[in-house]
Nanobody, 123 residues
Framework: QEKLVESGGGLVQPGGSLRLSCAAS????????MGWFRQAPGKEREFVAA????????YYADSVKGRFTISRDNAKNTVYLQMNSLKPEDTAVYYC????????????????WGQGTQVTVSA
């Protein structure tokens, strides 16, 4: 079983950057694809980015393409989300999740979830 813990959230000004990290405690991290989702107040949880088990394939929501980069380090059991050119509409709780198989864009396909980290983009 994978336990996921996110970190790196905080308050940042528009145009700024943050890097989120998600550390996994299980022994089989490299068996899983990993995804980042976010949920803003009053809105449904939405897909942000995903990466396959090897890191060879990545997927992004149109709203973050070109600004966010997902990566992973299997030796450290960690996945990252580098967020640049942040906008107020990026404000949300960000969750990482692990998927053994399935459609990366759909949250119900994921097997394990972290507790979330708050990202606030405001002047």
């Amino acid at each position: 079983q994978e336990k996921l813990v996110e970190s790196g959230g905080g308050l940042v000004q528009p145009g700024g950057s943050l890097r989120l990290s998600c550390a996994a405690s299980g022994r089989t991290f490299s068996n899983y694809g990993m995804g980042w989702f976010r949920q803003a107040p009053g809105k449904e949880r939405e897909f942000v980015a995903a990466i396959n088990w090897s890191g060879g394939n990545t997927y992004y929501a149109d709203s973050v393409k070109g600004r966010f980069t997902i990566s992973r380090d299997n030796a450290k059991n960690t996945v990252y989300l580098q967020m640049n050119s942040l906008k107020p509409e990026d404000t949300a709780v960000y969750y990482c999740a692990a998927i053994e198989s399935g459609f990366y864009y759909k949250d119900y396909e994921y097997d394990y979830w972290g507790q979330g980290t708050q990202v606030t983009v405001s002047a």
